[in-house]
Structure formats: C-alpha cells, structure tokens
C-alpha cells in the first residue's frame, strides 16, 4: 500500500490515513466522517466534535450516496406525518394517481419498513435486460421520469397477503397496518414512497428535499440530478470494483431510492442534526418491527442492529459506481459517514470505525 501524499489527502490526517489503510488501494477516491455529539459540562455548552478526511477529491466533492438516500426519505416521510400532510394509513393510490392497481391501496407505514410486498423492480421495467446492459456497458439501469414509474406501478401485482394487524397509533409514522410477514427490500416502493410524501406536501421530491432538509441544515450539495447535464460541478466519478468508469445513477424517479448525491461535509452535518435532535422526521430512527429476525429491526427504511452490546441504527448504499454507510450509535453520541467512489462495500470499515470512535470517547 503507498503512503498518504498530501495532493491526494484533504482533512484531518490521522482518520484519512485510518481510511486509506481500512479500505486499501481498491478505493483511491472516498471520504469519511466522525462525529461525536455536544454535551454540556458545568451548565455550558460544549461542541461536538467533527472531524473529515478524503482521498483524491476535496471535502465538498459530492458523491452517489445509493440507498442512503432511502434513510433521507424516511426522514421526510416522517417529519410530513408530524405535520399531518400524510399518515400512516394513507395509502400510495390517495396521494399518485394509480387508478385501482394493486399498488394504490399500499399504506405508506408498509411501503417505509419494506412490509407492502411490493418487488424489488417492476417486470415491465425488464430489470434483466437493464442488468445485462450494466454489466457489459456500465449504463445507468434507471433513468425513469416519475410518469415512466407510475406507469410501471400500474403494471405490478402483490403475492397473496398473510395480514395481521395491531392497535392503530395514529401519533406515530409506523404504526401497524396489514403487512406481509416477510419484509421484502423494495427500490420500487420506496421511489413510490418518496414521491407520495412530496405530493403530500404540495411539491416535487427535489423540492422537498431542498425545502426540509438541505436548506434548514445548510446542505447545499444534497441534490438528486434528473439527468447527467444536471451534476454539479463538483461531482465525482464513479468505477467499479475493477476500475472501470461507470455511468452516473440520475433520474426523477429514482431520487427517493438512490438518487441523491452529497458531500461528506454535508453528510457530517446530517449525522450532527440526527444526534442533536435538529433533523427532521427524527422517528425514522425509531425501530418498530424485525427486518431480519429480531436481530435487525427497521424503522422508515433505518435499520438498527445490536453490534458488540451497542444498538447501530444505520444504512448503507451501492449504485453501479460508489458504496456508502451511514451509521449511528445514538446512545454515546456518535456517528460515522463514508462515501468511496468505487462499488466495493465499505460496510466493514463503517462499523469498525464507529466502534473504535465510540470506545475512544
């Protein structure tokens, strides 16, 4: 493994060098992010502590964070039931026009802890056509505008529900509605998800992103592009396990699954907001039923997951050329970002260092 060379490190250098040695030469551009949360000592405020590292690109250098985007949308999707534009109970079909497909009676509760059934990917969007092109070519698999996905929602059928249902708790974002019994991980449901909850609020989900999020907590490279002419100028590159360029991931409908890209400087500031409480839609943290056995549970797409004692509530993200993690552990105050701009997981390194930044806090 080389040395750090000042040209290609930005930040501090100790966690830049943790990075580089914990992800090795198969991630040449990536970032990362610690954070501990304020306290207060003696009756005065203390600030939390923050600390940034990159390799080969700068610190405000945005990245495809895949899937994570799916935690923003839970964040939305909750923070627009605090305010009474959707709840729990509404369904896809009450806020999209579905017509009477199988789909519009979804709850949106379901649709946010992947309990509705709904797949993966729609057939009508020949998902094994798109693969075998992404493999061979490296192109964007999506790419839909959001009336290409109503139109491919229209097409989906459910397999039989084995329902059961609990006391209703209007209050909260997860209630229990009728769900089938084995969660199914859906990018469909959850771009679904997203664009309802914008149609609550009145707006696009672009719109909505910028309005709830970026603009309150001043992240200003949190953007999902519609289309390639719409990347900032600070976009970053992606490639593939073996180093090959990839197509950037853009499309409308993509957005709420997987199509927000984002510094690690603004994703540090998210995680601050998350631990100090001044993020929306803070309930999509909350785990309220099992995802993987009792083992991992899920709150609005949020997983939380005993690792060594300590409960990590956490997501991680892959598109065709970057993986990211996002992970907190609330009770110390802690949480760890790393975006890289190759696909090859960095989930290992995530836990590894947000373990060894809480033992050392």
């Known amino acids: 493994m080389t ?8 930040g501090d250098a100790g966690l830049a060098e943790k990075l580089q040695s914990g992800l090795g030469r198969r991630h040449p551009v990536a970032a990362a992010a610690t954070v501990k949360a304020s306290t207060a000592s003696a009756g005065t405020d203390k600030s939390g502590e923050v600390t940034l590292a990159s390799l080969g690109a700068s610190l405000d250098a945005d990245f495809e964070i895949g899937s994570v985007s799916k935690g923003i949308t839970g964040l939305l999707y909750a923070d627009a039931c605090s305010r009474r534009e959707v709840g729990p109970d509404s369904t896809l079909g009450e806020l999209l026009p579905l017509g009477d497909c199988p789909a519009a009676g979804l709850s949106l509760a379901a649709v946010s802890r992947h309990s509705s059934g709904l797949p993966r990917l729609p057939r009508s969007a020949a998902p094994l056509r798109r693969t075998v092109r992404f493999l061979l070519h490296g192109t964007n698999p999506y790419g839909e505008s959001l009336e290409e996905l109503l139109a491919q929602a229209r097409t989906v059928g459910l397999p039989a529900l084995r329902a059961h249902s609990s006391k209703s708790h209007p209050s909260t974002p997860h209630h229990a509605t009728p769900q089938y019994s084995k969660p199914r991980y859906s990018n469909l449901g959850f771009e679904l998800l997203g664009h309802a909850v914008a149609s609550g609020a009145g707006m696009s989900y672009r719109d909505l992103v910028r309005t709830r999020l970026s603009v309150p907590l001043g992240l200003g490279s949190v953007y999902a592009p519609a289309a390639v002419a719409e990347l900032g100028p600070k976009a970053v ?15 409308e409908a993509l957005a709420p699954a997987g199509g927000i890209r984002a510094s690690i400087t603004d994703m540090a500031r998210l995680a601050q907001a998350l631990l ?13 039923a099992n995802f993987a056995g009792p083992a991992a549970r899920i709150g609005a797409a949020w997983m939380t997951l005993e690792v060594k004692g300590r409960a990590i509530t956490w997501h991680n993200g892959g598109t065709g050329g970057f993986r990211s993690w996002f992970g907190l552990d609330r009770e110390a105050g802690t949480a760890v970002v790393i975006l890289s701009a190759t696909a090859a997981s960095v989930d290992r390194q995530g836990f590894r260092l947000l373990q060894e930044l809480t033992d050392g806090s």
């Open 3 to 10: 040395d750090i060379h000042l040209t290609d490190m930005h």
């Open 276 to 288: 100090d409480g001044s993020a929306p839609g803070l309930a999509a943290l909350d785990p309220v």
């Open 237 to 251: 590159s992606g490639r593939s396990r073996r180093g090959r360029a990839m197509e950037p991931w853009t499309g």
